[in-house]
């Protein structure tokens, strides 16, 4: 797993704790942002095929590179192609590659594919369910809504070649 992807998921981890922190939260049934292990090995599989772009990589090859189940794998695999994110060729010579090169493919583009976007809140990601019966006095929905929206911007402009190179710096508008 990249360097980067470490510090992404270690930094989205502490804006979390710091936000329960600040509001006195510590002990609340928060939801905590966290990835998915399709997401977290997809990202894997896909940072991987970026790093090999001159090659296909078998099903095989990526599971025993990343040390993931190979079954698994082929399912996260499917689900990429029938997304659109990876394309699949069969024979001695079939593999994996990007569908899409791999500034094309962002995080958020992963996530949406696969699940649903991680929410700092419940109720950020459910209208009809908050979650607690505090909705009508609710101090804190705004700002969770705002960093809510900046993971997802961090999400939408971190590419797979961030991922692949290791790039310590987010894209910028």
């Given at each position: 797993m990249s360097n980067y992807f470490?510090?992404?998921?270690?930094?989205?981890?502490?804006v979390?704790?710091?936000?329960?922190?600040?509001?006195?939260?510590a002990n609340c049934s928060f939801y905590m942002l966290k990835l998915s292990k399709k997401v977290e090995y997809s990202l894997l599989a896909l940072?991987?095929?970026?790093?090999?772009c001159d090659k296909?990589?078998?099903?095989?090859e990526i599971s025993e590179t990343l040390n993931i189940s190979f079954e698994f794998l082929s399912k996260l695999l499917q689900t990429l192609m029938k997304?659109?994110?990876?394309?699949?060729?069969?024979?001695?010579?079939g593999g994996y590659t990007l569908q899409k090169s791999a500034e094309e493919i962002s995080i958020a583009d992963v996530i949406n594919a696969l699940d649903d976007m991680p929410a700092v809140v419940d109720c950020l990601r459910d209208d009809?369910?908050?979650?607690c019966d505090r909705i009508e006095n609710c101090t804190i929905r705004l700002p969770m809504q705002k960093i809510q929206k900046e993971i997802d911007t961090m999400f939408s402009r971190t590419?797979?070649?961030?991922?692949?190179?290791?790039?310590e710096v987010l894209k910028k508008d």
């Open positions: 470490h510090k992404l998921k270690y930094t989205i981890t502490i979390v704790y710091i936000v329960r922190q600040l509001f006195g939260l940072q991987l095929l970026a790093q090999n296909k990589l078998s099903a095989k997304k659109g994110l990876v394309s699949s060729y069969q024979g001695i010579r009809d369910y908050c979650g590419s797979i070649a961030h991922l692949a190179d290791n790039n």
